[in-house]
């Protein structure tokens, strides 16, 4: 299965952004992948942000929001909390289309990138391990990850690309380098 994905303004967003709330109607098939950036925080308060890439090239922010659906994991210390760095995310499609809609849609008029996603792709990332490092106390988690929809078990999965802060990962995948490449540099 192949996946185009187009990024406009995926490099920079800087001149002549335009946000808009996003009321969009999303399902498994016109939404078939994200990329997300993240940086989740309780150390001294609460911060969580971010944004999603969808497959159009859409950037959707986030700040704090209320409400929001976490990720689920089966990795030890995160039964109540989703931290960022695990390595096993998952959320049904109704929960991730929840956390979609009302974000802020920023859009531009800059050119569009295209990236190829196909199963070869996804399954070197799926199966992939991970290069660890150590992280800083209380740094809260930066993570970069790509969120698929799974057919066999009708939820979106995480696959982390990197994280850096409390716990450093790079997903030691041969496409990890291009898809990184994808999020916007600040």
């Given at each position: 299965?192949?996946?185009?994905?187009?990024?406009?303004?995926?490099?920079?967003?800087?001149?002549?952004?335009?946000?808009?709330?996003?009321?969009?109607?999303?399902s498994?098939?016109?939404?078939p992948?994200?990329?997300?950036?993240?940086?989740?925080?309780?150390?001294w308060g609460?911060?969580?942000?971010?944004?999603?890439?969808?497959?159009?090239?859409n950037?959707?922010?986030?700040?704090d929001?209320?409400?929001?659906?976490?990720?689920?994991?089966?990795?030890?210390?995160?039964?109540?909390?989703?931290?960022?760095?695990e390595?096993?995310?998952?959320?049904?499609?109704?929960?991730?289309?929840?956390?979609?809609?009302?974000?802020?849609?920023q859009?531009?008029?800059?050119?569009?990138?295209?990236?190829?996603?196909?199963?070869?792709?996804?399954?070197?990332l799926?199966?992939s391990e991970?290069?660890?490092?150590n992280g800083?106390?209380?740094?809260?988690?930066?993570?970069?990850?790509?969120?698929?929809?799974?057919?066999?078990?009708?939820?979106?999965?995480?696959?982390?690309?990197?994280?850096?802060?409390?716990?450093?990962?790079?997903?030691k995948?041969?496409?990890?380098?291009?898809?990184?490449?994808?999020?916007?540099?600040?």
């Amino acid at each position: 299965m192949d996946f185009v994905f187009r990024t406009s303004s995926i490099r920079t967003i800087h001149d002549q952004v335009t946000e808009i709330n996003c009321a969009l109607n999303y399902s498994c098939d016109n939404l078939p992948f994200l990329l997300q950036y993240e940086y989740y925080s309780i150390a001294w308060g609460s911060r969580h942000e971010g944004y999603f890439i969808e497959p159009n090239g859409n950037v959707l922010s986030y700040k704090d929001p209320r409400n929001w659906n976490h990720y689920k994991s089966d990795e030890e210390y995160s039964s109540n909390t989703f931290w960022g760095y695990e390595t096993d995310g998952r959320i049904c499609p109704k929960s991730l289309f929840e956390n979609l809609d009302g974000l802020k849609k920023q859009s531009s008029n800059s050119g569009i990138t295209t990236l190829n996603m196909n199963a070869e792709m996804l399954q070197d990332l799926m199966e992939s391990e991970f290069e660890y490092g150590n992280g800083r106390c209380d740094a809260g988690v930066y993570s970069h990850a790509m969120i698929v929809f799974d057919k066999t078990s009708g939820s979106y999965k995480r696959i982390v690309l990197k994280t850096t802060g409390e716990k450093i990962l790079t997903n030691k995948s041969a496409f990890t380098a291009k898809l990184l490449n994808c999020f916007i540099k600040r």
